[in-house]
């Protein structure tokens, strides 16, 4: 445990982070990821050329820093951060490697006249805490899985068994275990980690499981993203019958048990873990209410498969709304941005309702306004980014 002086030492600190965290953090990746290539896979090299991930890490730090002698106002930041570790497969010898080098950063981003023996004792702790909290609950999620029906450590080799075009962007992959062996259920919303070895070298990606994965196989569905070295690849290169290693389901982001009516909303890709949300919520007896956006007909994925649930499950209502109409697609319910007031129009009536969605930072932080200025209790709204955390302010 820390001491009261370590903690108050870190807490004087955060005036600094406010203003140049970012920096501290970014130079602090060039650093790391120059030094130790044996993390470089860990780490998505377009959100580090974008500052996303610098940026999440940054608030991370600050966050933890700003309440380091009371760690439960961190609220759920700890258990996204642990999840992202275990899709990952982050191990307890990396922390070393994020310790020394933050603590260099530290030194050399602020100097000898701030960055006092005081003030570098004092982090060094604050870290080893962070670091034993983390390593703790990452190894309980891994024995857990590993110990679970289907469940397994580290990666697993597994089969491309079928490719399916959804739309003219996004196709999905389905995959069974090498082993034929059974797998490990994943609770809707969860993502499953995939190892790649592209050009010698290695990455990891996370990808939403785009349904529930109850007939032994798992699937993911993948935009191709201009310029994304994972996604270009599978769309191009990765064929039926290759084999990838892939890490166990995880992820906190998941569909919670209600009698609530629930509403699911998508834009573009973010439609990917509110398919296995739906696939949930239809075995019960519960109204769903499935809304999404895309730029228009010929992006817009499984259409065809949610209208036919519609019909077969009178709980279900959908809507659609296209940024611009492509003259070729079928109609959508809305063509152009969704307003708050035709989003209020395809909301239940009752307004104690449980709502998700997903989708890029701008449709998210658009919806987040609208549903609080429809009504919608904040603690019901929920969403989950695709790479680093940020802020929908």
């Not at 039926?240 to 834009?267: C, N, Y």
Request: net charge negative; with cysteine; hydrophobic share 40%.
């Amino acid at each position: 445990m820390l001491s009261a002086q370590d903690r108050a030492i870190v807490k004087s600190t955060v005036p600094l982070l406010e203003s140049g965290g970012e920096a501290l953090i970014t130079h602090f990746y060039r650093m790391m990821l120059s030094e130790y290539p044996q993390v470089r896979p860990l780490f998505n090299q377009a959100h580090q050329a974008s500052g996303d991930q610098p940026r999440a890490l940054a608030n991370g730090v600050l966050m933890y820093a700003r309440h380091i002698d009371q760690l439960d106002q961190l609220g759920d930041l700890v258990a996204k951060i642990i999840n992202k570790h275990v899709a990952l497969q982050i191990l307890p010898e990396h922390y070393p490697i994020v310790g020394s080098c933050l603590l260099r950063a530290i030194s050399e981003v602020l100097g000898e006249e701030i960055a006092t023996p005081e003030v570098m004792s004092a982090w060094g702790a604050a870290y080893g805490q962070l670091a034993e909290i983390l390593i703790g609950a990452e190894a309980a999620i891994y024995d857990q899985k590993a110990e679970a029906v289907g469940g397994w450590r580290g990666a697993r080799a597994f089969v491309l068994t079928q490719r399916v075009e959804e739309s003219a962007e996004i196709t999905s992959f389905y995959f069974e275990p090498a082993d034929k062996g059974p797998i490990l259920a994943a609770e809707p919303g969860q993502y499953i980690g995939m190892k790649l070895l592209l050009d010698g070298e290695e990455i990891r990606r996370n990808y939403s499981l785009s349904s529930l994965g109850t007939d032994g196989q798992y699937r993911i569905s993948v935009k191709r993203e201009a310029g994304g070295r994972a996604s270009n690849y599978l769309h191009d290169q990765f064929q039926v019958g290759a084999h990838i290693e892939l890490f166990p389901p995880a992820g906190d982001f998941t569909l919670t048990a209600s009698d609530k009516p629930l509403v699911l909303i998508s834009g573009g890709v973010g439609i990917t873990p509110t398919l296995a949300m739906l696939e949930a919520a239809l075995a019960t007896e519960r109204p769903v209410h499935f809304i999404h956006c895309a730029r228009n007909g010929a992006v817009h994925a499984f259409r065809d498969w949610i209208d036919g649930l519609a019909e077969r499950h009178p709980q279900l209502k959908r809507f659609y709304c296209y940024a611009e109409d492509d003259g070729v697609s079928p109609a959508a319910d809305q063509v152009g941005l969704l307003s708050q007031e035709q989003l209020g129009h395809w909301l239940p009536e009752q307004r104690d309702l449980d709502a998700y969605f997903l989708g890029p930072k701008g449709f998210m932080a658009v919806i987040k306004r609208h549903l609080k200025a429809l009504g919608v209790p904040e603690s019901q709204s929920r969403y989950e980014f695709f790479g680093p955390a940020a802020a929908l302010e």
